[in-house]
């Protein structure tokens, strides 16, 4: 069982979802985030006063998936995220030693 | 000159004008966050430039004799119009009550075509807009143009404000194009609450656009006055049934919705209708926008606030309903199909016709013209991020700290004013 932590943009959300359902990845996780890589960012002015905003709205959408799927999803996710400008995100696949269902306790493999 | 009419006059004239602003926050509450100060700045700009297109040359365009079709130059740079009574009120006054309805009228179209719009050919198309299209149609229903000959009834502006600006929008939003990523499922509201505030505070100063038409303290005011508390509520009682009906709750989005197509179908029947007859016009006007709506939302027609759904149709329902229950009984003007005077429906369809065939070819042409001078859309990538950053370079919600302030202000930037900079800090 690993767990897929995609960073994308935030407009490529909808379509990396639907691939990933599409795989048969029945939950997710999708939070709102801020950050950087080597995305510059963009200037904002307020006041007269120009501000250069460095971290960037992201979204950030988790999957926990079985080890036999992990390769068709992390290809799904590249195929929809990518414009190929720096910004695309990133992918970070962690292993998942455990999985509990809280409604019954069970352990969920 | 009247001095009760005067004051109700300077009153209606602010209540209008704060319509606008009202209008910025119905349209920002329902795009995504990223746009929502372009949303609200379509319609705040117009504050700015439609108010000044107006005052230089708008107003002798719609209101100096001119002829049947349109007004003429008579008045550029309001030249003679001072402090002399127009009617019962200062001349100036009424340019100025005019003005409000020129600004919202372009402002409304804005709802077309937000979330893709390029800022700066949005603001030339609207000021030109209003200039081309609706200085002569005011001028054709108010300033003695052939429409007002004909009898069309108008009292406060259905087909010069609504129908015209429904079919602008859609016109606008064909030329413009949908947005990249429409239909999808994440096109949503990001604000309900500043759409409801957008709504109330239109209805508010709605009560200066229809009572205020009345362009007198009397009577007629109380009627139309009594026309605008009445039909929006029987819109809003007849669209939370239909809400219940069809999905079995009331929405606050429908709720917010249903008051503003009451208040624009009720405009052009407002002086002309008993209380009655305004419950009946508003309730009525409530099914054909509502099915409207949901119709639009499956086709690839990006109206994307659904100005032609609540404008245009609302706006096209109240100026056929004026010519059913238009009430001579009521201020003594006319009669519509109801009381016995079936004619008046043709007049007033005429109008209807004749106001949205000029203004859909005329906007055409304009944007078509703005088009092949500059694009009219943002680029993709600027889409992508939101119209907030790429066209005013501000956010609206700033949820975490990481902005930093950089070392050159935008004047040393540019080479210039060292020490302006510095004497201005030095001041505090």
Redesign the interface.
Known sequence: MVLLKAIL???K??AVKEALVALGVTSMTVT?V?G?GKQKG?????R????????L?KIEVEVVLPDHLVEDAVQAVIAKARTG?IGDGRIFLTPVTASYRIRTGELVM | MNQADTAWMLISTALVLLMTPALAFFYGGLVRSKNVLNAMMMSFISLGFVGIAWAVIGYSLAFAPGNAIVGDVSRLFLKGVGLESNGTIPHLLFMCYQATFCIITAALISGAIVERMRFSSYVVFITLWALVVYCPIAHWVWGGGWLSKMGALDFAGGTVVHVNAGVAALVAALVVGKRRDYPSSSLLPHNVPFTLLGAGILWFGWFGFNAGSAVASNGVAALAFTATMLAPAGTLVVWTMLDIVRSGKPTAVGCATAIVVGLVAITPAAGYVGPMSAIALGGLAAFPSYFALIVRARTSLDDSLDVVAAHGLGGTVGAVLTGVFAQKAMNGVADGLLFGNPGQLIVQLTAVAASAAYSGVMSLILLKAIGAVMPLRAGAADEATGLDVSQHGEEAYIHAEGAVAMSNSPSQALGGSHGFAQGHSAAR
Not at chain 1, 48 to 55: P, R, T
């Open positions: 943009r935030p407009d959300v909808d709102e801020r950087h963009h200037t904002t002015i307020y007269g006063k120009e501000y250069n905003v460095s971290l709205p400008e």
